[in-house]
């Protein structure tokens, strides 16, 4: 499956009054990471927006937290397409700092058809399925 790696250190406004990363940015950032692996593909999700009138909704998120992270801390997340099913996809969120693993994130998302009056998911086209399957 598709696999993909996002680096960046942590900014002052990422963290909290104690100087720790707020859990919310977590979010955030795996976030990022899906929009970063879907453009790693040819398939940037501001183009699909504003072109193919396709969104990639969450329906599920989850964060397991294992240490804290703190301002200029340096990051690599690992996303890895983990599930594709017809209508959604399941994104795995490895976060790294140096060789210690601090949090694992996943996202449930849907292909989603953005034309209508009201957002709806649909198929995952082949071309993207087959970008998604492969490394």
């Not at 301002?71 to 210690?100: R, Y």
């Not at 034309?115 to 993207?128: R, Y």
């Amino acid at each position: 499956m598709r696999k993909s790696e996002y680096q960046f250190s942590v900014t002052w406004g990422d963290t909290d009054a104690a100087g720790i990363v707020f859990y919310p940015t977590f979010y955030k950032w795996m976030d990022t990471a899906t929009h970063h692996l879907f453009s790693s593909i040819g398939y940037p999700t501001s183009e699909l927006f504003t072109i193919k009138k396709i969104g990639l909704p969450l329906i599920k998120t989850t964060c397991d937290f294992k240490q804290p992270l703190f301002f200029e801390d340096k990051l690599t997340i690992h996303s890895e397409m983990k599930e594709i099913h017809n209508k959604v996809f399941l994104v795995e969120h490895t976060f790294q700092k140096d060789d210690n693993i601090v949090a694992i994130g996943t996202e449930l998302r849907a292909w989603g058809d953005l034309s209508g009056e009201k957002p709806k998911a649909v198929a995952i086209p082949n071309e993207v399925r087959q970008l998604l399957e492969h490394e």
